[in-house]
Each structure stands twice: as structure tokens, then as C-alpha cells.
């Protein structure tokens, strides 16, 4: 199982960026898939999921900012953020567990987000 990320950046306050999450070796649409980030000294941080049936949760942090996404045919996940925030800057995780509760199983490597004027 191998999960990709792309799309990171810098982008300046106020930009948007989409993030994609390529799975190979795994169904999207069997497992559960989400985003995590952390940023500089602090812990990794849930932003968004989506459960094996589509239902999407966020984090308050991002909530009406940041939309989840997935498609299936294709096997990718994406997450697009609008209206970034410094405080979004962050290495961009994305993970998926076979099912809606418990650990995640997989990781990808991350893409570094970087929010700056």
C-alpha cells in the first residue's frame, strides 16, 4: 500500500491550494481516508475525513474553509483550502484505516504547505 501526496506550496493568506492523496494497493472507497497536518513543533492535527460511507467531518479549525473530497475511479483523495491562514501552515498527511473507528493503518509522506506574504 502506498499513498502519494502532492500539491503543496507556498501560497499567500487569503490563496487556496488543493492537495491530492494517490493510493495505489488500496481501495479509497473500502477504507476510510483523511487528512492530518503538522506543523513546527506542535503534534499532528486531524483536518478532515471521509467515512466509508461519505459521510465528511472537520476539524473546527477548518470547517467551512477546507472541503474533502474523493474519487473513487480514480483512487485519490483531495482536500481543497481556500481562505488559508498562516496558521495553516503545516506538512499535509494523508491516511487511511479499513475502518470508520480506530488507528489508521496507512500514512503517506507528506506535502509541506507553507501560508506566507
Known amino acids: 500500500v502506498q499513498l502519494l501526496e502532492s500539491g503543496g506550496g507556498l501560497v499567500q493568506p487569503g490563496g487556496s491550494l488543493r492537495l491530492s492523496c494517490a493510493g495505489s494497493g488500496i481501495t479509497f472507497s473500502n477504507y476510510a481516508v483523511a487528512w492530518f497536518r503538522q506543523a513546527p513543533g506542535k503534534e499532528r492535527e486531524f483536518v478532515a475525513e471521509i467515512t466509508i460511507g461519505g459521510n465528511k467531518f472537520y476539524s473546527d479549525s477548518v470547517k467551512g474553509r477546507f472541503s474533502i473530497s474523493r474519487d473513487n475511479a480514480k483512487n485519490t483523495l483531495y482536500v481543497q483550502m481556500d481562505s488559508l491562514k498562516p496558521e495553516d501552515t503545516a506538512v499535509y498527511y494523508c491516511?487511511?484505516?479499513?475502518?470508520?473507528?480506530?488507528?489508521?493503518?496507512?500514512w503517506g509522506q507528506g506535502t509541506q504547505v507553507t501560508v506566507s506574504s
Open positions: 491516511a487511511a484505516r479499513p475502518t470508520n473507528y480506530g488507528r489508521y493503518d496507512y
